[in-house]
């Protein structure tokens, strides 16, 4: 079966380090909070201004004045602080965020992303994603492998309007985790999820890719 929502973010914790500083988009990102690894510390950075944030409020304690960029309630720790965002974005600009996980609609063989618009829709800005692919030195997308209606989202070439160009490093889908180089060197398939085979993923991917599972996956 495929992975949800909430496994895709627990694989994708796996991603962290300790002593990262990391940005989590919204959507399926902001779960990656619930399952950071025993063991390791990072330090979640929030383009709106907030270093430090703690764990989601219990029903009842929720602070309104505290929230991140999805502008979901959130809490603090004793070590938090807060800054403008200008500072903010100075942090991400100047190449002193670890990691960014961020969601997306579309990736391309090549690394490209498209993640914050849809022709024909309004939205309400671009946020800080152009941002963060550009000045952040890792950068984990997270999605659903196809649309709703289907297609695919791992394509030969987005067709959406791009956030960045050759920009993703990981990829990690309800039906697996791909590896992207974003020097031209493609997209390889790394894990599937557990139940998924290789046909399915074929299937349901526009981009070709290569095969390099691990493990017991490989056998």
Not at 170 to 178: C, E, K, M, P, S
Request: with cysteine.
């Amino acid at each position: 079966m495929a992975w949800t929502r909430d496994q895709i973010a627990a694989r994708a914790a796996r991603e962290l380090q300790d002593g990262f500083y990391v940005n989590l988009g919204i959507g399926i990102p902001t779960l990656v909070a619930n399952h950071i690894p025993p063991g390791v510390t990072v330090t979640l950075q929030s383009e709106n201004g907030m270093l430090g944030m703690g764990p989601f409020p219990y029903e009842g304690e929720a602070d309104p004045d505290l929230i991140n960029a999805g502008k979901q309630t959130i809490t603090e720790l004793d070590s938090s602080s807060y800054f403008s965002s200008a500072d903010s974005f100075a942090m991400i600009r100047g190449g002193h965020i670890n990691l960014s996980i961020l969601g997306g609609m579309q990736v391309s063989a090549s690394g490209d992303l498209a993640n914050w618009t849809v022709p024909g829709k309004m939205v309400k800005g671009m946020g800080g994603a152009m941002d963060l692919v550009a000045g952040v030195r890792r950068i984990v997308v997270v999605m659903e492998h196809v649309e709703k209606s289907g297609a695919p989202k791992l394509l030969p070439a987005c067709t959406l309007p791009l956030t960045g160009k050759g920009v993703v490093d990981l990829l990690i889908t309800d039906l697996g985790v791909f590896d992207i180089d974003r020097k031209g060197g493609g997209v390889t398939l790394r894990e599937l999820a557990a139940g998924v085979t290789l046909d399915e993923v074929k299937a349901k991917t526009g981009a070709s890719f290569k095969v390099a599972l691990q493990g017991a996956e490989a056998a």
